[in-house]
């Protein structure tokens, strides 16, 4: 049955596919449905560690005498 979705092909190194494979089986999935979720979950990964970088370096920036107080910002 054709989908809509689009894919991709990866090649993996043997190890690495019976370790997917082992996983897929055990958690009653698909190789593919595993796949799709890990990579779901390596992107949310990346966007936190790149949205607490960013939290970082405004919290290195802050200037607490220029800051403005809350009544200012929502008075």
Excluded: C
Excluded at 28 to 54: H, I, N, P, T
């Amino acid at each position: 049955m054709p989908t809509k979705n689009p894919r991709i092909n990866v090649v993996l190194e043997k190890p690495l596919y019976s370790a997917l494979h082992d996983l897929a089986e055990d958690e009653g999935v698909s190789l593919s449905m595993l796949m799709r979720d890990l990579v779901k979950e390596a992107l949310e990964l990346r966007e936190d560690r790149a949205l607490a970088d960013f939290a970082q370096e405004r919290e290195n920036d802050f200037d607490r005498p220029n800051a403005l107080s809350h009544e200012e910002v929502w008075g």
